[in-house]
T-cell receptor
Framework: GENVEQHPSTLSVQEGDSAVIKCTYS??????FPWYKQELGKRPQLIID?????GEKKDQRIAVTLNKTAKHFSLHITETQPEDSADYFC?????????????FGKGITLSVRP | SAVISQKPSRDICQRGTSLTIQCQVD?????MFWYRQQPGQSLTLIAT?????????ESGFVIDKFPISRPNLTFSTLTVSNMSPEDSSIYLC?????????FGSGTQLSVL
């Protein structure tokens, strides 16, 4: 089955700096890679996702890059703000049908220092 | 995105008892998923609930411990049976809609 590794486990940045979170996956059949943000006591919220036929996707201050050859993908947050402080989880899996399930990384706690 | 209602939101249970968690979606979905999130940990898939067939369990999870029902395309239940303190966790139902995975609000379970 799929194995997703996420690193680092914690990250602290100064407000306004950029943050990069990296994940690797093991199953070359995986073709969908979402990222979730989870604030304390709340449900995970999808913030951005990418399919394997795309190398990069951007949404305002958030971007995701994918390297299929190396089997890794990264979340980039620019101009970080204190409200970006949360746990972030990457996942990998299929887009639907029999391959619908997603495997999650262990998560990272991002702290943005004001 | 799908609106997913989950209840109860939290419960405190005695060892050896069972708790059934309900998940209601505002639209018909083919697959529903049940995840567990232990304190400070990641999201671990328990099983995939398919309407009209048996649930598919992941390694380490068995039907006797976590029976699942899926009577229709908008509803599912997860039962945590014969609970022990190790079952203390957040349980989340989720659905995929247009390939995206959305989560319910979760059930925080504490077992004494």
């Amino acid at each position: 089955g799929e194995n997703v590794e996420q690193h680092p486990s914690t990250l602290s940045v100064q407000e306004g700096d950029s943050a990069v979170i990296k994940c690797t996956y093991s199953d070359s059949a995986s073709n969908y890679f979402p990222w979730y943000k989870q604030e304390l006591g709340k449900r995970p919220q999808l913030i951005i996702d990418i399919r394997s036929n795309v190398g990069e996707k951007k949404d305002q201050r958030i971007a995701v890059t994918l390297n299929k050859t190396a089997k890794h993908f990264s979340l980039h947050i620019t101009e970080t703000q204190p409200e970006d402080s949360a746990d972030y989880f990457c996942a990998a899996g299929g887009v639907g049908g029999a391959n619908s399930k997603l495997t999650f990384g262990k998560g990272i706690t991002l702290s943005v220092r004001p | 995105s799908a609106v997913i209602s989950q209840k109860p939101s939290r419960d405190i249970c005695q060892r050896g008892t069972s708790l059934t968690i309900q998940c209601q979606v505002d639209s018909q979905v083919t697959m529903m998923f049940w995840y567990r999130q232990q304190p400070g940990q990641s999201l671990t898939l328990i099983a995939t609930a398919n309407q009209g067939s048996e649930a598919t369990y992941e390694s380490g999870f068995v039907i006797d411990k976590f029976p699942i029902s899926r009577p229709n395309l908008t509803f599912s239940t997860l039962t945590v049976s014969n609970m022990s303190p190790e079952d203390s966790s957040i349980y989340l139902c989720s659905v995929r809609q247009n390939e995206k995975l959305f989560f319910g609000s979760g059930t925080q379970l504490s077992v004494l």
